[in-house]
């Protein structure tokens, strides 16, 4: 089959905007791996997204997906041109979001009769089908993805879509070639690599840093935890907004240098198997990728109790769950797994067998298969 993937951003052609954020987003990363989860099952996939910059090519080969950037402000007219020249024989559209653009997909789609599957990543994209002209054709997709409870619950609340054409379903992660636990030979060796202090406690935080990821709580409980046991570091990975960076090198002057922050890195799952906890105080998320990740390689995670981790984290069972803000909860959940090395051993157990439960995109596949198809 022929799978037309359509998402508002994909390879920008900038890795970071001005502000210092990188531009590659978790729901870009979620449509790579889909397409390249169809081509491996023998179907012909491309993406369509729309283009930013000057310089980037309208068509390449990215990866060896078949990538499409459509050019502003004629983008409806383009699409159409596709769909009947280049793109003609698609046999099912996957929405990521809802790019704008993406409403003229919907009614080429109903016009010639073709499955459109919506997938909602974010609570922002949560619509109402009674507001603006695009939000009702957004609702006259055929099946619905919902990666989260607090999604799924918001999109019933919010349009007439039936209940049985949403799907609560995790866009899921590569849990045996690339997120997986490493034996303590490996972990030391990935330390020495990465020059982390061997005999420290690792904290790993390893999400984009901006506001809204919490980072002035993750300070703030930094400051606790430092305070009452010096025996531990905490590691930030990932770029981010440039004064929120600098602000955490301060702070790790002023605290014996017992913060390392690496800025963006090609391979995050090294650095998830090299710590020993995981800790993400975000505002809100749609489902939390990088908690995604570190459960899969077997680390106890602490994060806010928000929709989208605690779809994630089972309390008290793979981790723990603070309050949205609560430094002294998070602190508190901190130096409990450390000073408990039996707990944070049992917590790792749970993590690694729920990811390869319920968080493995190979065997989610199937499903997303299904639904895309209209099966």
């Not at 990538?67 to 698609?90: A, G, S, Y």
């Not at 379903?169 to 020495?192: A, S």
């Not at 984009?208 to 009452?228: D, M, P, Q, S």
């Not at 590691?235 to 929120?244: A, M, P």
Request: charged share 25%; hydrophobic share 40%; proline share 3%.
């Amino acid at each position: 089959m022929k799978i037309g993937i359509i998402i508002k951003n994909f390879a920008v052609g900038k890795q970071f905007d001005k502000s210092g954020v990188p531009n590659k987003s978790g729901a870009e990363f979620h449509a790579e791996n889909h397409a390249l989860l169809f081509k491996e099952n023998g179907n012909s996939v491309y993406i369509m997204t729309k283009k930013t910059y000057f310089f980037t090519k309208g068509r390449e080969l990215f990866n060896g997906i078949d990538l499409v950037r459509l050019h502003d402000p004629f983008r409806w007219l383009e699409i159409f041109i596709r769909m009947f020249t280049t793109h003609k024989n698609t046999d099912a559209f996957y929405i990521i979001g809802t790019p704008k653009f993406a409403v003229w997909i919907i009614l080429y789609a109903q016009f010639m009769k073709i499955p459109v599957t919506l997938s909602l990543t974010s609570k922002v994209e949560i619509f109402s089908s009674q507001n603006g002209w695009r939000n009702k054709i957004f609702a006259k997709c055929n099946n619905y993805i919902a990666i989260s409870k607090e999604i799924k619950r918001g999109l019933i609340e919010t349009t007439s879509i039936e209940e049985n054409k949403i799907y609560l379903l995790p866009q899921g992660i590569d849990t045996e070639n690339r997120f997986y636990p490493v034996d303590f030979e490996q972990k030391m060796n990935l330390r020495i690599n990465y020059n982390i202090p061997a005999n420290k406690t690792v904290v790993l935080f390893c999400a984009r840093v901006v506001e809204n990821k919490g980072i002035e709580t993750l300070k703030e409980t930094w400051e606790k935890v430092y305070y009452t046991n010096k025996d531990m570091i905490l590691l930030v990975v990932g770029g981010g907004v440039t004064k929120l960076l600098n602000e955490l090198k301060e702070l790790s002057l002023q605290l014996e240098n017992s913060i390392i922050i690496t800025g963006e890195v090609p391979k995050t799952e090294e650095y998830y198997q090299l710590s020993d906890i995981y800790i993400l105080p975000s505002w809100y998320e749609g489902l939390s990728t990088s908690t995604m990740e570190a459960l899969s390689c077997g680390l106890p995670c602490i994060g806010s109790d928000i929709g989208g981790i605690n779809d994630l984290i089972i309390h008290g069972e793979n981790g723990y769950l603070a309050k949205v803000k609560n430094s002294d909860e998070f602190a508190e959940y901190v130096l409990r797994l450390k000073n408990n090395e039996e707990m944070r051993k049992e917590f790792s157990r749970k993590a690694r067998l729920n990811a390869e439960k319920y968080l493995d995109s190979h065997k989610l596949f199937s499903e997303l298969n299904r639904i895309i198809k209209n099966r």
